[in-house]
């Protein structure tokens, strides 16, 4: 291994894991000849993995030149893979020598930063390739040293520009806007974060990440932008003008979405079907806390559907959607069965010291435990200030404060401070379990009917 990672000059390794096995696969072949993909099963080589500081799974690096460069953050699908890597294989910055090169390189499905400099000793262009080094798993750079490429841009001195896709062009907003600070990574940064996506960009797998850090109503629809583009900007242009500055100055943000891209995610996350909606945009909210709502009413071509669900919605009126299994009718065993609709009556109780486990069904370790969670549950059973709870994390929504990424997942909610929730590190032994809630539970607990001095 130690070999294969020296001879490739950008390369990315994954510490093997099956659910994303797959796509890695895929997105192998795919890149044959472009990028070399390699893995490593870090049960048979744990000495290469502990080398590189590989704690968890699954774990993606890059590697360039036979050198640890970066952790890969980018997108998990194939597509997603072959789009992020495909963008390591060429120089941070591309060269720019005609006018004919300028305008392929911004003619793009993506954003695009240019810089335009006066000559190859520019202090300038030393800190965009800079910047360029460190942004380029994330933004499209281009430089050039003939100020004259940038004439029709009305650059007539250095300047960096941030042109945006074509397709998404509008008449009420810039498509190329002008950076006029003193170039620093940390500036351009800001800038490009600031401006790149515009009223209202395109949802997609590759940039899901960076748009839902924030409040963003979403509009799904059959979105092809390569095949109709007209038609994917008739919707989109309905929630420009009508409903974005209306709405701005109060924290929302918008974006249209190809409903095929998220049929997964539409229906575990929100209840919605491939069908509903029918041709016309089914829409969404998600807020950076994680609240979901789903708009009701038919989308409809003058946008006043569109500006009522709005105004329920800053006015509080709307219901949040809540994946939720139904609450049991029946729930007097020792381990206590919570669901998303009974999570706040139950974990939160502000008078109950609350041990709780997120599971996945069909996760092995939570097998292997549930009969010492079951045992530990019967061993406080007759203390009416511990509950012992599970919920099934895959068929209910998590809320805010708990950090479910594996199975199982376990954290205590003392009495007192629910807007604190401590994530268990402890072995998963009745004893050890014991010994934790002893420590940190409000109530001196009762084991099988004795009460535990602290």
């Known amino acids: 291994t130690h070999n294969y990672i020296n001879c490739i000059a950008c390369s990315l390794i994954l510490i093997l894991f099956l659910k994303l096995a797959p796509d890695f696969e895929t997105a192998a072949t795919r890149l044959k000849g472009t990028v070399p993909l390699a893995k490593v099963d870090c049960t048979a080589s744990p000495d290469t993995c502990g080398r590189f500081g590989v704690t968890g799974y699954p774990t993606l690096k890059i590697f360039r030149n036979g050198e640890d460069s970066s952790s890969y953050d980018g997108p998990r699908s194939a597509d997603g893979i072959v789009h992020f890597m495909k963008k390591q294989a060429g120089p941070n910055s591309v060269t720019l020598r005609r006018e004919a090169d300028l305008e392929a390189f911004v003619n793009h499905f993506d954003a695009s930063v240019v810089g335009f400099f006066s000559g190859p000793d520019s202090g300038q262009l030393a800190e965009f390739l800079k910047a360029a080094s460190?942004?380029?798993?994330?933004?499209?750079?281009?430089?050039?040293?003939?100020?004259?490429?940038?004439?029709?841009?009305?650059?007539?001195?250095?300047?960096?520009?941030?042109?945006?896709?074509?397709?998404?062009?509008?008449?009420?907003?810039?498509?190329?806007?002008?950076?006029?600070?003193?170039?620093?990574?940390?500036?351009?940064?800001?800038?490009?974060?600031?401006?790149?996506?515009?009223?209202?960009?395109?949802?997609?797998?590759?940039?899901?990440?960076?748009?839902?850090?924030?409040?963003?109503?979403?509009?799904?629809?059959?979105?092809?932008?390569?095949?109709?583009?007209?038609?994917?900007?008739?919707?989109?242009?309905?929630?420009?003008?009508?409903?974005?500055?209306?709405?701005?100055?109060?924290?929302?943000?918008?974006?249209?979405?190809?409903?095929?891209?998220?049929?997964?995610?539409?229906?575990?996350?929100?209840?919605?079907?491939?069908?509903?909606?029918?041709?016309l945009p089914f829409v969404t909210i998600r807020t950076r806390q994680g609240f979901k709502y789903t708009m009701r009413e038919e989308f409809t071509r003058d946008g006043k559907s569109l500006e009522r669900f709005l105004e329920d919605y800053f006015a509080g009126r709307l219901k949040r959607y809540i994946k939720s299994e139904p609450i049991p009718e029946k729930n007097k065993g020792p381990v206590k069965v919570v669901v998303a609709e009974s999570f706040e009556e139950i974990v939160n109780d502000p008078e109950k010291d609350v041990l709780i486990e997120f599971y996945a069904p069909w996760c092995g370790h939570c097998k292997s435990l549930e009969p010492k969670y079951k045992e530990l549950a019967e061993q406080l059973y007759s203390d009416p200030n511990i509950v012992i709870a599970k919920m099934d994390a895959t068929a209910n929504d998590v809320p805010q404060g708990f950090d479910v990424q594996g199975f199982p997942t376990i954290y205590f909610a003392q009495a007192g401070k629910k807007d604190q929730p401590k994530r268990y590190e402890g072995a998963h032994e009745v004893k050890d379990f014991i010994k934790y809630l002893k420590g940190e539970a409000l109530h001196v607990p009762v084991v099988s009917g004795v009460r535990e001095d602290l």
């Open 134 to 279: 460190v942004m380029r798993e994330h933004f499209r750079f281009a430089h050039t040293i003939d100020m004259t490429l940038g004439l029709k841009h009305g650059v007539d001195t250095e300047r960096v520009l941030l042109f945006r896709p074509p397709r998404l062009s509008s008449k009420f907003e810039e498509s190329v806007l002008r950076f006029t600070e003193t170039i620093t990574t940390h500036t351009l940064r800001r800038f490009i974060r600031d401006n790149i996506f515009g009223m209202c960009p395109h949802l997609t797998n590759e940039n899901r990440d960076k748009l839902k850090g924030q409040d963003l109503l979403t509009a799904y629809y059959d979105l092809d932008y390569l095949q109709n583009p007209k038609g994917s900007n008739y919707w989109r242009n309905r929630l420009v003008p009508q409903h974005f500055k209306p709405f701005a100055s109060q924290g929302l943000s918008f974006a249209v979405a190809n409903r095929r891209d998220f049929v997964d995610e539409l229906e575990e996350e929100f209840g919605l079907g491939a069908s509903d909606g029918g041709d």
